[in-house]
């Protein structure tokens, strides 16, 4: 595994799975009163949102703290970024304080790859513009490996505004690596372009017609809905809420139709839910929704990454020197 962390392509089948079970020690962490470990006693990590952020940003400190390192949070507004610093002058100003990792989040696609080029301690891309989320892709996996086992050939629908999400991106990468079936669903406005060639590279299906998915070949195993991203948006990408809604949202009736077929189906939403566009309330709070099964998730899988890359077996060259090595 590389010392960073920036697409989901970075990752093997086996880097996926060696994360995968040591969330799940992670997580069995979370079921005692006392949760810290000394693992990366020593190490501090900068969380650095360019970008708003609930769970990602607050997870990620969560599990930097569990796991005994500093954690220290920077975000643009309240950093000289707001005074016109560029993101490479900010990035090597906090890596000249040598610390061990950065997570960063950022508005411009491909942020995070250039931060890694300019600094010496790890990287972990938090979400980068329209581009890749690839610690949401992993906890996502984790989720649905908790509840429906092993996912090769497993059916995995993700439905919604594809053109603007990078966990749609990093998430065809994951569980194409992981053996199972994917079909994404958008209207014709939100379907990134470019996206035959490269859903004949990963394997992954398309379509415009939800219902016809929904109904149609294997049963569904687990839907994942994205939100509409309105602040991405400049145009009309579809004609009104009521209309998206109609065409893409998880109504209460999808959600019938689909536990018809299967009764272990799954739902999954990233956060922030739209609740009434994208998924109805009924859908957010069934008990079919995994919803805030996927935030727990995502303190274990942080960990098992910060894990990883700065004290695990294969962390390299940033392992720590023993005390008193040469
Ligand atoms: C996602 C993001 O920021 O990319 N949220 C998250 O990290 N939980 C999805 C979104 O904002 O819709």
Sequence with gaps: MSRHLISSADLSRTDIEGILATAESMHDLQRRDVKKVPTLRGRTIVNFFFEDSTRTRSSFEIAGKWLSADTINLSAKGSSTSKGESLRDTAMTVSAMAVDALVIRHGASGACRQVSQWVRCSVINAGDGMHEHPTQALLDAYTLRTRIGELDGKHVVIVGDLTHSRVFRSNVITLAALGARVTVVAPPTLMPSGIDAWSETDGFETSWDLDTVLAGGDPVDAVMM????????????????????????????????????????????PGPMNRGLEIAADAADAPQSVVLEQVSAGVAVRMAVLYHLLAGEDAGSTRPAAPGAA
């Design 226 to 269: 994205l939100r509409v991203q309105r602040e991405r948006m400049s145009g009309g990408y579809f004609p009104t809420a009521r209309e998206y809604t109609v065409g893409y949202g998880l109504t209460r009736d999808r959600l019938d139709r689909l536990v018809a077929r299967n009764a272990d189906v799954l739902v999954l939403h």
